[in-house]
């Protein structure tokens, strides 16, 4: 198992910016891709970004693009989500994954694709 946790949530004026990271212990050699997702109250948990651990791309909603940045450190086994021009919708609990299995980037898309799971940090964005 791959052992998961968030920090750098917070409160953030609309427009402002926050950095999340992820800290992976445990079985951190099988991960296969990292990801971040988040659930706004009342909606269900939806995907964010994701990186391949070993060569790095990465995928985003839609969203998101152009405003948040995934990258990763290997030697340090984490990964940061940059947030910035943040919007009100941002608001919610961000959720780092961790995937051991391979796949193609629609499944990565997925939160059924992920078997293990961080503790989540709070986003609230104040319009």
């Known amino acids: 198992q791959v052992q998961l946790v968030e920090s750098g949530g917070g409160l953030v004026q609309a427009g402002g910016s926050l950095r999340l990271s992820c800290a992976a212990s445990?079985?951190?050699?099988?991960?296969?891709?990292m990801g971040w997702f988040r659930q706004a109250p009342g909606k269900e948990r939806e995907f964010v970004a994701t990186i391949r651990w070993s060569v790095g791309w990465t995928l985003y909603t839609d969203s998101v693009k152009g405003r948040f940045t995934m990258s990763k450190d290997n030697a340090k086994n984490t990964v940061s989500l940059q947030m910035n021009s943040l919007k009100h919708e941002d608001t919610g609990v961000y959720y780092c994954a961790a995937a051991t299995s391979p796949g193609n980037s629609w499944e990565y898309r997925r939160s059924e694709k992920y078997d293990n799971w961080g503790q989540g940090t709070q986003v609230t964005v104040s319009s």
């Open positions: 445990g079985r951190t050699s099988s991960t296969v891709v």
